[in-house]
């Protein structure tokens, strides 16, 4: 097994802090679901990182919150925040972040779209799925709630973060910088 290099372990931690800074860039809205720049920051750490360092870094983020330190939105951070009404879309964040990462393994523009786009759907179910059985209401009642509004939002999200990657993976390259051996 390859051993993970310096410069991995330098992106997967910048990559946790990108996306606790663009979580606390949020409006409050009545849903208690706040309009944030996270669904940006997890696909664009998928895209730029790949599949296993992404996952990485994006468990990092997850993991930090966890223990109290306020990185999630709204500079709040605990247990109580993965089991509350918004937990299930920060859990999505691993599947998206996985999803969009496939990009190096593929190599197709349209497939790595479509890849990011299903995580983004298994993220917003799984947001859905935990505030519906939180705040005891229906699926269609719930998803209208926390998910239908933010939709046409976090597609966009999706594909400005793969842009972005193609970005600086150009300017990565043209500074003669790799972040991988090999592709994969």
Request: proline share 2%.
């Given at each position: 097994?390859?051993?993970?290099?310096?410069?991995?372990?330098?992106?997967?931690?910048?990559?946790?802090?990108?996306?606790?800074?663009?979580?606390?860039?949020?409006?409050?809205?009545?849903?208690?679901?706040?309009?944030?720049?996270?669904?940006?920051?997890?696909?664009?750490?998928?895209?730029?990182?790949?599949?296993?360092?992404?996952?990485?870094?994006?468990?990092?983020?997850?993991?930090v919150g966890a223990i109290g330190v306020p990185?999630?939105?709204?500079?709040?951070?605990g247990l109580g925040v993965l089991v509350g009404?918004?937990?299930?879309?920060?859990?999505?964040?691993?599947?998206?972040?996985?999803?969009?990462?496939?990009?190096?393994?593929?190599?197709?523009?349209?497939?790595?779209?479509?890849?990011?786009?299903?995580?983004?759907?298994?993220?917003?179910?799984?947001?859905?799925?935990?505030?519906?059985?939180?705040?005891?209401?229906?699926?269609?009642?719930?998803?209208?709630?926390?998910?239908?509004?933010?939709?046409?939002?976090?597609?966009?999200?999706?594909?400005?973060?793969?842009i972005a990657a193609e970005i600086l993976e150009?300017?990565?390259?043209?500074?003669?910088?790799?972040?991988?051996?090999?592709?994969?």
């Open positions: 097994m390859k051993k993970t290099n310096t410069k991995m372990i330098v992106m997967v931690g910048m990559f946790a802090a990108v996306l606790a800074v663009l979580s606390q860039i949020s409006i409050p809205m009545p849903s208690g679901v706040p309009v944030t720049l996270q669904t940006f920051a997890v696909a664009l750490t998928g895209f730029v990182l790949g599949w296993k360092y992404g996952l990485m870094a994006t468990g990092v983020y997850i993991l990185v999630f939105s709204g500079f709040s951070g009404k918004t937990g299930g879309f920060i859990w999505g964040f691993l599947f998206m972040a996985g999803l969009c990462g496939v990009r190096y393994v593929v190599k197709n523009k349209v497939v790595s779209m479509i890849c990011g786009m299903v995580g983004l759907a298994i993220c917003h179910i799984l947001g859905i799925l935990q505030f519906q059985f939180l705040a005891e209401m229906g699926f269609t009642e719930a998803a209208l709630l926390v998910s239908v509004p933010y939709l046409l939002k976090d597609v966009i999200s999706v594909v400005l973060a793969y150009r300017s990565f390259r043209a500074a003669n910088i790799s972040l991988y051996e090999k592709r994969a």
